[in-house]
Nanobody
């Protein structure tokens, strides 16, 4: 069993910053890819940023590029999303996603429960 737990969400004013964390625990042989997604009320879940072993550079949604930064600490099975210069459109529930190898050659996709981020004055 693998669990992903997000933390760090909250209320922030426009122009402010937040740092989200995602902790992966359980039977983890390796982590192939991790990413952040978000879902605003009445909208579909969308990709925010991803980072995989097969691509050296992170992938960002156009609206967050230059403001958000994704990073990983594989030694601790952690992933982070540093969000700066935040805008009201960044409001939503942020989900951590990971493709995890739980046994040699056996990969599965996992999601966290989400953390609410609200950007408002």
């Amino acid at each position: 069993q693998v669990q992903l737990v997000e933390s760090g969400g909250g209320l922030v004013q426009p122009g402010g910053s937040l740092r989200l964390s995602c902790a992966a625990s359980g039977t983890i042989f390796s982590i192939y890819a991790m990413g952040w997604y978000r879902q605003a009320p009445g909208s579909q879940r969308e990709l925010v940023a991803t980072l995989s072993n097969s691509v050296n550079t992170p992938n960002y949604q156009d609206s967050v590029r230059g403001r958000f930064s994704i990073s990983r600490d594989d030694a601790r099975n952690m992933m982070y999303l540093q969000m700066s210069n935040m805008k009201p459109d960044d409001t939503g529930v942020y989900f951590c996603n990971a493709v995890i190898e739980t046994a040699p050659g056996s990969y599965s996709d996992y999601w966290g429960q989400g953390t609410q981020v609200t950007v408002s004055s």
